[in-house]
């Protein structure tokens, strides 16, 4: 079944559009408060697109996802109540009783080790806000986690150049099932340490 090469060939279009950049802030943000498709998405095809850019794309991806943190602890903090049927029904409810249980053991590196991994992000931001984190330990451990990722991210594209695009389009399908597959191994193996 090929699944991630259209999508791949549809995000490096919009990466060409020229509000891009506004497309990128825009899914960083919802990505890191409610919205399910990963930033790195957008982002790779970007630096590929425009390779003397990469800083300037991961910096707005780092600062509009540390913004969607922050309206992700805002929900968790005011609005939990009402999200929590919701939460309750849907596949994110294990991830957000093994997120509360990993911030009574760790507190904020919890938030960093989330922010840098392919674990979802939101998740943590809600549950951190439920959890009323302390604001500022959650902002720093966001912005160095998020960073982390989102530059190392850019810099392996901008590195990799022609070459690298050549081979993501023609391996892409063998990566993004990979990645699928990695992400429910180490999401699997993190919930069974936390019990």
Same mark, same amino acid.
């Given at each position: 079944? &090929?699944?991630?090469?259209? !999508?791949?060939?549809? @995000?490096?279009?919009?990466? %060409?559009?020229?509000?891009?950049?506004?497309?990128?802030?825009?899914?960083?943000?919802?990505?890191?408060?409610?919205?399910?498709?990963?930033?790195?998405?957008? !982002?790779?095809?970007?630096?590929?697109?425009?390779?003397?850019?990469?800083?300037?794309?991961? +910096?707005?991806?780092?600062?509009?996802? @540390? !913004?969607?943190?922050?309206?992700?602890?805002?929900?968790?903090?005011?609005?939990?109540?009402?999200?929590?049927?919701?939460?309750? *029904?849907?596949?994110?409810?294990?991830?957000?009783?093994?997120?509360?249980?990993?911030?009574?053991?760790?507190?904020?590196?919890?938030?960093?080790?989330?922010?840098?991994?392919?674990?979802?992000? &939101?998740?943590?931001?809600?549950?951190?806000?439920?959890?009323?984190?302390?604001?500022?330990?959650?902002?720093? #451990?966001?912005?160095?986690? %998020? #960073?982390?990722?989102?530059?190392?991210?850019?810099?392996? =594209?901008?590195?990799?150049?022609?070459?690298?695009?050549?081979?993501?389009? &023609?391996?892409?399908?063998?990566?993004?099932?990979?990645?699928?597959? !990695?992400?429910? =191994? +180490?999401?699997?193996?993190?919930?069974?340490?936390? *019990?």
């Amino acid at each position: 079944m &090929k699944l991630f090469g259209p !999508l791949y060939e549809r @995000v490096l279009a919009w990466s %060409r559009h020229p509000h891009a950049e506004r497309y990128l802030g825009a899914m960083s943000f919802a990505e890191s408060s409610f919205f399910p498709i990963p930033v790195d998405v957008m !982002l790779a095809p970007m630096c590929l697109a425009d390779r003397g850019r990469w800083v300037r794309y991961a +910096l707005i991806a780092t600062v509009f996802s @540390v !913004l969607g943190g922050l309206a992700g602890y805002a929900i968790g903090y005011g609005m939990f109540e009402a999200i929590e049927p919701w939460l309750r *029904q849907s596949h994110y409810w294990e991830s957000y009783e093994t997120s509360r249980r990993w911030f009574d053991a760790y507190g904020v590196l919890v938030v960093f080790v989330a922010g840098f991994s392919p674990i979802p992000y &939101k998740v943590f931001t809600i549950a951190a806000g439920v959890a009323t984190l302390s604001i500022p330990g959650f902002f720093i #451990a966001s912005l160095v986690g %998020r #960073a982390a990722r989102f530059f190392l991210v850019a810099g392996l =594209v901008r590195a990799g150049g022609p070459r690298f695009e050549a081979s993501l389009s &023609k391996h892409i399908e063998r990566i993004g099932w990979a990645v699928v597959v !990695l992400a429910g =191994v +180490l999401i699997a193996w993190l919930m069974m340490r936390g *019990q």
